[in-house]
């Protein structure tokens, strides 16, 4: 075998090689991605359930920032089973209690609420954040709408710029909430108007309670 005969085959021998090793690479870093998005977002316990499809993947960076240990995003399964909440099922079919799209500051862009839980004195408490979508991809740093709420047997909702937090939907009891964009907070909007409703009031559904589903 002459001397150029053996460059080429070391070359070549030498190209497989780096080619299997980038492989490996890729695979490697392709399956921890792959373990990272099954255990959910950071903070979160591997094997917690977050549902493919739930986030579109910018709202799911969003949910990330601030999500930490003991803090996480309420999932359906944090929703109390109650006959009012089979009736919503059974009325939208796809239902989530505690996540829901809309434009609630009317720029045109896709705003999300997200209800977010904690354990405190053995209670679970959810707090209800806003997102709001930014020009050109992407969404703001969390809002809080209402902390601490008793959310277990409710839901939240939207309405045009309104915010419905409903406690318990065995409850007509709900909380109206509208961003001000003054004081940069969202504020009850009964409170602030000495009412139970007002001109805007939202349209209701069939079940007594706004809302725009997913």
């Known amino acids: 075998m002459t001397r150029q005969r053996l460059l080429v085959l070391a070359a070549g021998v030498a190209f497989w090689c780096v080619a299997v090793w980038l492989g490996v690479r890729v695979v490697g870093s392709l399956g921890k991605r792959l373990a990272r998005h099954d255990a959910g977002a950071p903070g979160v316990q591997a094997g917690a359930i977050v549902p493919r499809g739930r ?14 240990k003991g803090y996480r995003a309420a999932l359906s399964s944090d929703a109390g089973s109650t006959p009012e909440r089979d009736d919503i099922e059974a009325l939208y079919g796809k239902y989530d209690p505690f996540f829901v799209r809309g434009d609630l500051n009317g720029d045109g862009l896709p705003d999300f609420v997200q209800a977010f839980v904690r354990e405190r004195d053995g209670s679970v ?8 979508g930014l020009e050109g991809g992407g969404f703001s740093p969390p809002v809080f ?12 909702a939207i309405d045009r710029t309104l915010v419905i937090v409903t406690p318990d939907l065995a409850s007509d009891e709900s909380y109206r909430y509208r961003f001000d964009p003054e004081s940069k907070k969202f504020v009850d909007v009964d409170e602030a108007s000495g009412s139970a409703g007002d001109d ?11 809302r725009i589903r997913v």
């Open 55 to 68: 986030w579109s993947v910018s709202e799911r960076e969003a949910v990330e920032r601030i999500t930490h």
């Open 200 to 210: 805007d009031s939202p349209e209701q559904a069939p079940d007594q309670r706004p």
């Open 125 to 132: 408490l959810f707090d209800v954040v806003v997102f709001f």
């Open 145 to 156: 709408v209402d902390r601490e709420v008793l959310l277990g047997n409710g839901d939240v």
